[in-house]
């Protein structure tokens, strides 16, 4: 018997959103202060305390609720597939199975209707009308929470509070802004850490202007002037310091195995290279090698960097259009060939059924530009696609076929194959014969006459147009969302 899935939501949780989030709400505040006092760690502690405690809480009511769902879930697909077992009896010409009432395939609506309703109210999907309990003694589970605390030493979530590295660039500024700093250390302690600690361009305005009010003139202009350049460097040495610490780097580079790679990443952008060193050592070592293969040298740290940004934008956005599109276009019934994170692979990106029976071929171009000129999936290597989808397909189905030999393919999945095919092998012999001038137009109407329709997408960027050679063979442009704006280029 296996024990309750365990999804540790609390671990996806930003430490600098709940140490915000503590500080705005009066009641946490006052906790801290009240824990502060009572403990020789002081308010270091207590923010740890307080940071352990809502991961935790996090954690456990997740757990419920998602557990719940994937009960509900399950208990959704039973139910779905008793009906359609049903219907599909009684569709193929025959009567209500054995043992069914037609009263029994109204509970069984009943109940669907019944479970997805309740799936979309979250506190009532975990406890309905009942009390919400994380415990059946709330004392012991108080108990557990504080020694699982002392357990782990007081390093709640995923970092502590980096109050070395921060000293270090305090230790590094000039005479004037440590003399500033410790002036209005002096004056205004908490308010001069929140302005530290702030997240956030508008959080960090706030904090500083919060702090200038407090200080009262208590600081002279170039004080003041001095100040908030030494606020922004501190925030900026801490913020590097969650993002990263010695121990975390250290461990990452010991698992890099070529030193060219290992010196870039330990010289190199705390947000970006290191991060993923970190995450994903081996997307990190793949892309370095391709990097290197196009020749990138190997001291280039910030055009390695500039290299990982790039390709993960564009990789970002590709995924992001793939889904969007296959979200939005409502005139597909079925996709044969879904979205997927595979964006870099080469072919087409989507094949649906639309509601009328004809094959949508999709390639999803998420960009900036506004035309487009070139879909080499639909135009060049049309019929290699066609080809390898319909291959795959028919593939599918056979895997099916051999896990249960009852398996019986949706018609309509078989014809559409079939025309991709003969699609196919037509567009092969118009590119072999006859006039290049009139290609277009024969392959526009060989589609057409197999009820093949090629589409662009365009979910995350702002294409809006084709090129007339384009919609000579039948293309279109499919808007399937709002552009999404991205930062530029040269952004951290």
């Not at 397909?393 to 076929?401: E, G, Q, Y």
């Amino acid at each position: 018997m296996t024990g309750p899935r365990r999804f540790r939501a609390g671990r996806f949780l930003d430490a600098a959103a709940v140490h915000a989030a503590a500080d705005a709400n009066p009641r946490l505040r006052q906790f801290m202060r009240t824990v502060a006092a009572h403990s020789e760690a002081g308010e270091v502690r207590s923010r740890r305390l307080l940071e352990h405690l809502i991961r935790r809480i996090v954690d456990d009511v997740g757990d419920l609720h998602l557990g719940n769902a994937l009960n509900r879930l399950e208990r959704i697909a039973v139910l779905r597939d008793n009906i359609a077992a049903i219907l599909d009896h009684v569709l193929e010409g025959g009567t209500l199975p054995e043992g069914v009432r037609v009263a029994t395939l109204g509970e069984y609506f009943d109940q669907l209707n019944t479970e997805m309703r309740e799936l979309s109210r979250p506190r009532d999907g975990i406890v309905g009308d009942a009390p919400l309990r994380l415990a059946d003694d709330s004392a012991a589970y108080a108990d557990s929470l504080l020694r699982e605390f002392d357990a782990g030493g007081g390093a709640a979530g995923r970092h502590v509070e980096p109050a070395a590295i921060v000293g270090d660039a305090f230790r590094a500024m000039p005479a004037d802004r440590q003399a500033a700093v410790r002036r209005a250390a002096e004056l205004e302690p908490a308010a001069l850490w929140r302005a530290v600690a702030a997240e956030g361009e508008g959080g960090k305005r706030a904090a500083v202007a919060d702090l200038e009010t407090r200080l009262g003139g208590r600081l002279s202009p170039d004080e003041v002037t001095r100040l908030r350049a030494a606020v922004d460097d501190l925030g900026r040495a801490r913020s590097r310091g969650l993002q990263m610490s010695e121990a975390r780097l250290a461990d990452a580079l010991a698992r890099i195995g070529d030193p060219d790679l290992r010196a870039v990443v330990a010289g190199g952008d705390v947000w970006l290279t290191q991060q993923l060193a970190v995450h994903n050592p081996e997307a990190l070592t793949t892309l370095w090698r391709r990097f290197r293969e196009r020749g990138g040298r190997a001291d280039d740290g910030p055009g390695f960097r500039a290299y990982l940004r790039h390709d993960m934008v564009t990789y970002g956005r590709g995924v992001l259009g793939e889904y969007s599109a296959a979200f939005s276009l409502s005139s597909i019934e079925l996709f044969l060939k879904g979205p997927d994170a595979n964006v870099k692979v080469a072919g087409t990106d989507l094949v649906g059924i639309g509601h009328d029976g004809w094959v949508w071929l999709i390639d999803d171009k998420s960009h900036r530009a506004a035309s487009v000129g070139g879909v080499s999936a639909l135009t060049d290597n049309l019929v290699t696609n066609l080809r390898r989808d319909a291959a795959d397909f028919r593939d599918a189905i056979a895997r099916l076929h051999r896990d249960d030999p009852g398996f019986t393919p949706d018609p309509r999945i078989l014809d559409a194959i079939s025309r991709m095919e003969d699609a196919a092998a037509e567009i092969e012999r118009i590119n072999r014969r006859g006039s290049a001038s009139t290609r277009p137009a024969r392959i526009s109407a060989a589609l057409e006459a197999r009820r093949l329709r090629l589409r662009v997408t365009s979910a995350a960027g702002e294409v809006r147009e084709i090129t007339q050679a384009l919609r000579d063979l039948g293309l279109a442009v499919e808007p399937t969302g709002t552009p999404v704006p991205l930062p530029p280029t040269g952004g951290r």
